[in-house]
């Protein structure tokens, strides 16, 4: 189904968007930042791509980092031509880097504290002391979930015993492994990791934050810079499109630019250099 209807849309928008770009135009590199392992990643974006390179008229190929400060270097490296990155890396390519910001996904990010759903924990507060997993230490979520903690007084003696993951998916597959008593997640991750039927249950959630970015480059022409802007917001509105968000497990894009993050600047600040 997927490849009848991007041959369909291929028909339909490829030729206006090659007189528009050029014929031959060489290959846009998506960067997707390492919120779940490679694989995982490419079997969840691989729709995208297609619906992307329909859209525009030229391909369209997904590229990653095995880590979080690899991708960010390779972002400010100018390595991509369109970047989805954490919120708060945002900043860092765009503010004032070779990158604008066009688009954020629709809804709010959030950060869940998950436990085992067979677990004893109800409250935060009966994890003082206890294994903690999160994604990479300079993930927004994982600052956003020390945050928190610290906040509730779980500080000094009462801290949870932290370990880093490369991944949101490591993190809670700590949980499900017996490796972690709780996990701090995004939501993104939980929502796909409960579809899946993954016994884990919520005991505290963050604040809500900007969320998941689009950059593209400032190098490309305008005209292709908008281009893109709205093939990601109008995803919804294509048949192609939706399958894609559905695969990817996100909710869609609405347009945005950079001054929708800055408050999130003091996370920034306190994220590990990459």
Do not use: C
């Given at each position: 189904?997927?490849?009848?209807?991007?041959?369909?849309?291929?028909?339909?928008?490829?030729?206006?968007?090659?007189?528009?770009?050029?014929?031959?135009?060489?290959?846009?590199?998506?960067?997707?930042?390492?919120?779940?392992?490679?694989?995982?990643?490419?079997?969840?974006?691989?729709?995208?791509?297609?619906?992307?390179?329909?859209?525009?008229?030229?391909?369209?190929?997904?590229?990653?980092?095995?880590?979080?400060?690899?991708?960010?270097?390779?972002?400010?490296?100018?390595?991509?031509?369109?970047?989805?990155?954490?919120?708060?890396?945002?900043?860092?390519?765009?503010?004032?880097?070779?990158?604008?910001?066009?688009?954020?996904?629709?809804?709010?990010?959030?950060?869940?504290?998950?436990?085992?759903?067979?677990?004893?924990?109800?409250?935060?507060?009966?994890?003082?002391?206890?294994?903690?997993?999160?994604?990479?230490?300079?993930?927004?979520?994982?600052?956003?979930?020390?945050?928190?903690?610290?906040?509730?007084?779980?500080?000094?003696?009462?801290?949870?015993?932290?370990?880093?993951?490369?991944?949101?998916?490591?993190?809670?597959?700590?949980?499900?492994?017996?490796?972690?008593?709780?996990?701090?997640?995004?939501?993104?991750?939980?929502?796909?990791?409960?579809?899946?039927?993954?016994?884990?249950?919520?005991?505290?959630?963050?604040?809500?934050?900007?969320?998941?970015?689009?950059?593209?480059?400032?190098?490309?022409?305008?005209?292709?810079?908008?281009?893109?802007?709205?093939?990601?917001?109008?995803?919804?509105?294509?048949?192609?499109?939706?399958?894609?968000?559905?695969?990817?497990?996100?909710?869609?894009?609405?347009?945005?630019?950079?001054?929708?993050y800055r408050v999130l600047r003091p996370y920034l600040q306190r994220?590990?250099?990459?």
């Amino acid at each position: 189904m997927l490849a009848a209807l991007a041959a369909g849309a291929a028909l339909a928008l490829a030729a206006p968007a090659r007189a528009a770009d050029g014929a031959g135009a060489r290959p846009l590199r998506l960067g997707i930042f390492p919120i779940v392992s490679p694989v995982e990643l490419f079997r969840r974006f691989t729709p995208l791509r297609a619906y992307l390179a329909a859209a525009l008229g030229r391909e369209v190929r997904l590229a990653t980092a095995r880590d979080f400060p690899t991708f960010v270097r390779r972002t400010a490296a100018r390595r991509y031509d369109i970047v989805v990155t954490a919120p708060h890396f945002a900043l860092l390519a765009a503010d004032p880097g070779p990158y604008e910001v066009r688009a954020s996904l629709r809804r709010a990010l959030v950060g869940h504290v998950v436990v085992h759903a067979d677990a004893s924990y109800r409250s935060l507060e009966a994890l003082a002391g206890r294994r903690v997993a999160t994604p990479p230490e300079s993930a927004l979520i994982t600052l956003a979930g020390r945050e928190l903690f610290a906040r509730r007084g779980l500080t000094g003696a009462r801290a949870p015993r932290w370990r880093a993951y490369r991944s949101h998916n490591g993190a809670y597959e700590a949980v499900l492994g017996g490796m972690a008593d709780a996990a701090v997640v995004s939501v993104n991750a939980l929502r796909k990791a409960l579809e899946r039927g993954a016994p884990l249950r919520t005991v505290a959630r963050t604040p809500d934050l900007p969320n998941t970015a689009l950059l593209v480059a400032r190098d490309l022409p305008a005209r292709l810079r908008e281009r893109i802007e709205a093939a990601f917001v109008r995803a919804r509105e294509d048949a192609v499109g939706r399958i894609a968000l559905r695969r990817a497990g996100i909710p869609g894009w609405r347009p945005a630019r950079v001054a929708h993050y800055r408050v999130l600047r003091p996370y920034l600040q306190r994220a590990a250099p990459p």
